[in-house]
């Protein structure tokens, strides 16, 4: 019995991250939107910010994207105040793409700043302990698809 109650939660568990990961493409698609980007270029525009500088090359290969697609997205970028492109120190025939964080946060804050405050409100809900196998679960999720990305990139 206790078999096909685990057997089911893991069903539905995938199910439901399933329809998580679909609404949290559809939601970023409508942060873009909001922005004047497309999907790519918020994306993009993300792994800068968490990045930091990066060789446009770099930037390709992070997101997957051709190093075609990427002059596009970083174009769409620096025309939006999103980037700059700048020569690398290092390298000077080298383009190294630098977000510009202050209009990251003056356009991106109030843009998350009512799913920062719901957020906080239903983790309220939660213990330390739940806080903790929620976390732990979530970055072993991100560990996964990272590898299966690059699993699939190879083929």
Same mark, same amino acid.
């Given at each position: 019995?206790? =078999? @096909?109650?685990?057997?089911? %939660? ?6 439901? %991250? !399933?329809?998580? @990961?679909?609404?949290? +493409? ?7 939107? !909001?922005? /004047? ?5 918020? =994306? ?8 930091? *500088?990066? *060789? ?6 992070? &997101? ?19 980037? +700059?492109?700048? &020569? ?6 080298? +383009?190294?793409?630098? *977000? @510009? ?8 804050? *109030?843009?998350?700043? /009512? +799913?920062?405050?719901?957020? &906080? ?5 939660? &213990? ?6 929620? #976390?732990?679960?979530? @970055?072993?999720?991100?560990? #996964? ?7 699939? !990139?190879?083929?």
């Amino acid at each position: 019995m206790a =078999k @096909n109650r685990a057997t089911q %939660l893991k069903a539905d568990l995938a199910e439901t %991250l !399933r329809r998580h @990961n679909g609404l949290i +493409v559809l939601f970023h698609a409508a942060v873009a939107e !909001r922005l /004047g980007l497309g999907p790519a270029d918020h =994306k993009c525009f993300d792994l800068l910010l968490r990045l930091g *500088p990066i *060789p446009a090359g770099e930037l390709a290969d992070k &997101s997957g994207l051709t190093t075609g697609a990427i002059t596009g997205v970083i174009d769409r970028l620096e025309r939006a105040g999103y980037v +700059v492109r700048a &020569s690398d120190p290092s390298d000077r025939r080298r +383009v190294v793409v630098q *977000p @510009n964080r202050d209009k990251a946060l003056a356009d991106l804050l *109030p843009v998350f700043e /009512g +799913v920062k405050r719901a957020t &906080s409100a239903m983790l309220d809900r939660y &213990s330390a302990d739940q806080l903790e196998l929620m #976390l732990d679960f979530l @970055n072993r999720v991100d560990e #996964l698809i990272e590898e299966q990305t690059a699993a699939l !990139r190879k083929e």
